[in-house]
């Protein structure tokens, strides 16, 4: 989740069987990352809502489409490359140098890699069960979300970051096997948000708790965001 602000923070939520997106993005507008997932169309067709589709995901399924003609696969997978190796210069320049460099060079390898997948999809005599028609239909059919980096300047082309931020997590709740309970689960999402957001703004996680945990409950409530990691890290380096 990105908001149309300077400030990176990572949040965990407590959505016990993929409840709705409604409640907790009800008062969100900005950008959003993911891949496609049934739980967040109607989230998407908010007009206060961009959403990022994960090219990473999409890349993917080609990566894995093995049956497929071997020129075309390599052709798209290579567009994809093109794409990736781009958002690495993208992202060294100005915001208004990306805007410029995505909506040329970054637009027509989009073009020509949504064209070859199109006619291939059309024309091709894939089954419904390949793994290829499943690749080209899934990127296709979100063509829209593909190409909202083309125009929105501050988007990622994938959400590897919370890919890689939920990792642990995942890992851990294999060993936990279970939170305990509702209240459990709502503190672990807390703990677990500015943990990772630590490490993601490059502070030690356990230095940041340390020195927080003991001041927060006589923090004055209407300015506890001063001891976000965010926040911290800068009263760190005065």
């Known amino acids: 989740v990105t908001p149309k602000t300077s400030t990176r923070l990572i949040c965990f939520m407590n959505l016990p069987k993929m409840a709705s997106t409604k409640i907790p993005l009800k008062d969100f507008s900005g950008l959003l990352h ?20 994960c090219l990473a995901h999409a ?12 020129v075309l696969r390599e052709k798209i997978l290579d567009l994809f490359q093109k794409i990736f190796i781009n958002e690495r210069t993208a992202w060294s ?15 027509e390898i989009m073009d020509e890699l949504f064209a070859t997948a199109k006619k291939a999809l059309y024309t091709g005599t894939f089954t419904p069960k390949m793994k290829i028609r499943e690749a080209l239909a899934y990127m296709i ?33 294999k ?56 926040q911290w890290a800068l009263t760190q380096k005065q």
């Open 34 to 53: 993911y891949d496609a997932h049934g739980v967040y169309d109607k989230t998407a067709e908010r007009d206060d809502i961009s959403w990022q589709l």
């Open 59 to 70: 890349r993917r399924k080609f990566e894995n489409a093995k049956e497929a003609p071997k």
């Open 93 to 107: 320049m100005t915001m208004d140098e990306r805007s410029k460099f995505r909506q040329g060079t970054q637009t």
């Open 141 to 173: 059919s979100r063509e829209k979300y593909c190409r909202t980096f083309l125009t929105e300047p501050i988007a990622i082309i994938d959400n590897n970051l919370s890919e890689r931020t939920i990792k642990p997590l995942v890992i851990g709740r």
């Open 175 to 230: 060993n936990w096997l279970f939170i305990g309970s509702k209240d459990s689960g709502k503190s672990t999402a807390t703990i677990l948000s500015l943990a990772h957001t630590c490490r993601h703004l490059k502070i030690n996680p356990y230095d940041y708790l340390c020195d927080i945990l003991p001041r927060v409950q006589a923090h004055q409530a209407s300015k506890l965001s001063e001891l976000l990691p965010d």
